[in-house]
């Protein structure tokens, strides 16, 4: 049986008031319960999203590391190395955010394509190979797919942090506030209604004495 709330008094008042706490509580765990069950949709939807960024931005880097091996291969691990120093590039990102049933979710945005032409990254055509090229470019490519899976991964952490708040929230009201305002406002029910019966008794008593002292 759940307990009751301490310190409440078997007042007339009291139990009034806690009937107001009480469907303000159930009204409260329905808007909850439908918030986590939106929640879980929406999470579910950028879940799906993660799983297709995830394959997209692993099939990009599985074929930047299948250009890396040709390019090791014919220039030498060291060699492909050094040029990969020399192809620095620095990216400009805007950084917003987004509301999803009023969690906040990021957006980065990015320059609409990373690629750059061979004589932008920075080394000599003669020192490269077409391999050194193509690798470079699948790398680029893979970066704004890596970027895009980042931010849904952070959008998804947000939601699954916002769901979980709320299951504790619902399940807070379900199971302890709401049967513990229940109890209580039955105790005291129960307790005015015993009052009631003793007074009528005492009535009863003190009318039949009067009634004796009359007669």
Same mark, same amino acid.
């Given at each position: ?5 301490? #310190? ?16 303000? %509580? ?8 439908? *918030? ?11 879940? #799906? ?7 997209? &931005?692993?099939?990009? !880097?599985?074929? &930047? ?7 090791? &291969? ?27 049933? #009023? ?20 080394? #000599? ?46 399940? %807070? ?8 305002? *229940? ?21 009863? *008593?003190?009318?039949?004495? !009067? ?5």
């Amino acid at each position: 049986m759940p307990e009751m709330i301490e #310190g409440v008094s078997p007042t007339r008042m009291e139990l009034l008031r806690l009937r107001r706490r009480e469907q303000l %509580a159930v009204k409260g765990h329905d808007l909850l319960r439908e *918030k986590r069950d939106a929640l879980i949709a929406e999470f579910l939807d950028v879940v #799906g999203e993660v799983r297709d960024a995830r394959m997209v &931005a692993e099939e990009k !880097l599985k074929e &930047a590391f299948e250009y890396l091996i040709i390019a090791q &291969a014919g220039l030498g691990v060291e060699e492909v190395r050094q040029l990969s120093l020399m192809t620095a590039q620095e990216i400009p990102m805007d950084f917003s955010m987004r509301s999803i049933m #009023g969690v906040n979710v990021p957006i980065i945005e990015l320059p609409e394509d990373l690629s750059r032409e061979v004589t932008e990254r920075g080394y #000599g055509l003669m020192d490269s190979s077409s391999a050194v090229d193509s690798c470079a470019k699948r790398f680029e490519e893979a970066l704004s797919k890596i970027i895009k899976l980042a931010e849904l991964e952070e959008a998804v952490r947000n939601l699954a942090g916002e769901v979980e708040k709320t299951k504790r929230r619902v399940n %807070a009201l379900e199971y302890v506030m709401i049967p513990r305002l *229940k109890t209580t406002r039955k105790y005291i029910q129960m307790r005015l209604e015993e009052m009631e019966r003793e007074n009528f008794t005492r009535l009863k *008593k003190i009318k039949a004495i !009067l009634e004796r002292k009359e007669e």
